[in-house]
């Protein structure tokens, strides 16, 4: 899996934006918008061809965000899953710092800066 194009899978546009500051490498973001229907998880299938390529699930640690992440990882068998701390609950809630350590420790790579 070394080469491959990384998708990291997210539920709203604000974790998006809080993921995107972060990272330091060219990365796919894709936002469901909440839980997905069988019609628009087999749309993002095809349009990001997930199926090919290296796919992190990084969703709200609440009852929303488990049911995505279970509907995912059916889907995605080979997705590795990056969590927050349940603490903070909402990945756009959870400080930097600690988003850029679960994101290194998937290996994708991160500002420096964040890095406290």
């Not at 609440?62 to 969590?83: N, T």
Request: with cysteine; charged share 30%.
């Amino acid at each position: 899996m070394g080469d491959e194009e990384k998708v990291i899978i997210v539920e709203g546009r604000s974790d998006k934006e809080q993921i995107k500051k972060i990272i330091d490498e060219e990365v796919t973001i894709v936002c469901t918008n909440g839980t997905l229907g069988i019609e628009r998880l087999e749309q993002l299938l095809y349009d990001y061809d997930l199926d090919h390529k290296q796919v992190y699930i990084m969703v709200d640690e609440d009852s929303a965000g488990h049911k995505l992440r279970k509907q995912l990882a059916r889907e995605l068998p080979h997705a590795q899953h990056i969590y927050v701390d349940r603490t903070y609950r909402e990945v756009a809630a959870t400080p930097a710092p600690e988003l850029a350590t679960a994101l290194l420790s998937r290996s994708i790579m991160v500002h420096p800066f964040f890095l406290v």
